[in-house]
């Protein structure tokens, strides 16, 4: 596994840093993985002002947007109480994590703070592991901003190649059972795909109560019983196993099917499964191809990285819950006001509409 930088983020926060040095409090415009509050963190607080201010955040002072920055400085006004993003504003600084891939451990030196994540997904990719990062440590508000992966081998024997780290997860309908070789499932528990291993008769009984959209439950170690949704339709795939006793079968909804998906939907999946190159990569590949076919404007092919990465910032995109052969996934919310987010990318420069 190689080092993962991103050298656009350095160069950001570097930039960042810099006028944090001068006194200045900066203010991210969105969202955007910088480490900053954003705008919309502070509310009610903030309304539009008249010039040469763009924003009056209450009666504690103002933003003003930096073009060259990319993001707001805010001006305080002597002796008001400034509200809690605010006052609990801390200075960012950039620092370098050590992944050990065989224990999924990452670990942080800052200066003098240690900052350690345990359990963390590798095979989803380092940008996706730096993202979640990222968002993590300003969640709790850590000052800290990683730009840098560095995954290290501990010299332990590595495991073979299965497709879940402990015992393999089991789906039930209440009359049959069937060994699970992968699953994605969003924050609602609805059922984007899931593979089974087991007789053909219990392959049947699940089938039939997946199409009838009846709930069934995964069991798996250390979470126990989570309840599924099956979505309206299903495209099906079988195969018969060498000893020809068992049967491997895939499930995967109608919403997560290239050419599958109808103008009427609320949401799309993308759906990413192992062996896959470049897995991010066709992530954003696929997240391109539905936007382009379910929005009324032009999108450049240009804009996948940033829009990808935006459209997850302000959760217009958002994770499934994967595991085994599917080592990602997304749901793509339809109705969000995609065209709002063009506007605000276009206006601030990420995207262009020239080539």
């Not at 992530?283 to 404007?297: C, P, S, T």
């Not at 595991?323 to 749901?331: E, M, P, S, V």
């Amino acid at each position: 596994m190689n080092i993962y930088e991103d050298k656009y983020l350095r160069e950001k926060v570097n930039r960042i840093i810099a006028r944090q040095k001068e006194g200045k409090i900066v203010i991210a415009a969105y969202k955007d993985g910088s480490g900053l509050p954003a705008r919309e963190d502070l509310g009610q607080e903030l309304t539009r002002a008249a010039y040469p201010y763009d924003y009056a955040v209450g009666k504690a002072g103002f933003l003003n947007y930096d073009s060259e920055l990319g993001a707001y400085l805010f001006t305080a006004k002597v002796g008001e109480k400034l509200p809690p993003v605010l006052a609990n504003y801390r200075p960012l600084a950039l620092a370098e994590a050590n992944l050990d891939v065989q224990d999924r451990r990452i670990s942080i030196q800052c200066g003098e703070a240690s900052v350690t994540f345990t359990g963390v997904q590798p095979w989803k990719g380092l940008y996706e592991v730096l993202r979640e990062l990222n968002e993590e440590l300003a969640r709790i508000n850590a000052g800290i901003v990683i730009w840098k992966i560095i995954p290290k081998d501990n010299g332990k024997a590595k495991p073979g190649n299965h497709l879940f780290p402990e015992a393999v997860p089991k789906l039930r309908n209440g009359q049959a059972m069937a060994h699970v070789t992968g699953y994605a499932y969003d924050s609602d528990h609805f059922l984007a795909y899931i593979g089974l291993v087991g007789y053909k008769t219990s392959l049947e009984s699940l089938r039939v109560t997946i199409m009838c959209a009846k709930p069934v439950q995964i069991t798996q170690d250390g979470v126990g019983d989570v309840s599924l949704i099956p979505t309206d339709k299903y495209e099906q795939a079988w195969q018969a196993m060498p000893e020809y006793t068992s049967h491997h079968v895939g499930f995967v909804s109608r919403l997560g099917v290239p050419g599958k998906w109808e103008p009427e939907d609320l949401s799309a999946y993308l759906l990413v499964f192992r062996g896959t190159l470049a897995a991010e990569d066709e992530m954003i590949r696929l997240f391109i191809e539905r936007i382009k076919e379910a929005l009324e404007v032009p999108i450049l092919d240009d804009w996948g990285v940033t829009l990808w990465r935006q459209a997850r910032n302000q959760k217009l995109v958002q994770d499934l819950v994967t595991g085994g052969d599917c080592i990602l996934g997304a749901r793509i919310d339809l109705q969000a006001d995609w065209q709002e987010l063009l506007t605000e990318l276009l206006a601030l420069e990420d995207i262009s509409l020239t080539v």
